[in-house]
């Protein structure tokens, strides 16, 4: 893949957010198995991969198929953001619209929103600022915010090698207690300038 990404770590973060760790979830609302894919990005990335389209029931009742399909999902959508230029947006602030998390983009961030929304909705609401929401009422700047917040920690290459002993949640939890640590300090020095 084009950059360091820790694919284990998305993985939990995402299957967490979206079905609970299912693969048998049916939402109601046209998104399906553990990732919640929608019927047409099943259509779109069995043409990526040359195999036939699964029916809904197939798609549901085949983990394997699903993290095949995720896989190719996150390929694609990391091809994409090298292809349209969207690195630039790397390091900018961003603040959802509906959770109000505020955070630096990241590439994961871009990944979520591109799986929420679709390639070109993403690059419409970079460039453009159209945010806009799923069937669930989640915008695009949710996501982008949310996943780029939950995996800011993940900087260096050492973050990305899986011995086996590390644990995501344990990873997310050091995570926000160094961002709290760091705005803590910086609120300290605020406070302190202040005097």
Known sequence: MFYDFNLNFYKDIL???ESGNSYTKDSGNG?????????????S?????????????EFLSNPVLQEKYLKALIQDSLDYIRNNN???????????MG?????KINVYGLIAGIHLSGANNLKNFLDYGTDKS??????????VAYFSK???GLKK?????????NNPKIELILTAIETSLKNLNKLLSELKNAD
Do not use: C, H, R, W
């Open 99 to 103: 959770n109000g998390i505020e955070t």
């Open 15 to 17: 299957a967490k957010k």
């Open 134 to 143: 799923d069937a669930n009422g989640t915008y695009i700047s949710d996501y």
């Open 86 to 96: 969207l690195e630039q947006f790397f390091g900018k602030e961003i603040s959802g």
């Open 157 to 165: 290459k050492s973050d990305f090698i899986n011995n086996g002993d």
């Open 150 to 152: 939950a995996t800011m």
């Open 31 to 43: 998104a399906y198995g553990k990732y919640q894919f929608l019927e047409q990005t099943i259509v």
């Open 45 to 57: 990335i069995s043409k990526i991969l040359n195999l036939p389209v699964p029916s809904i029931q």
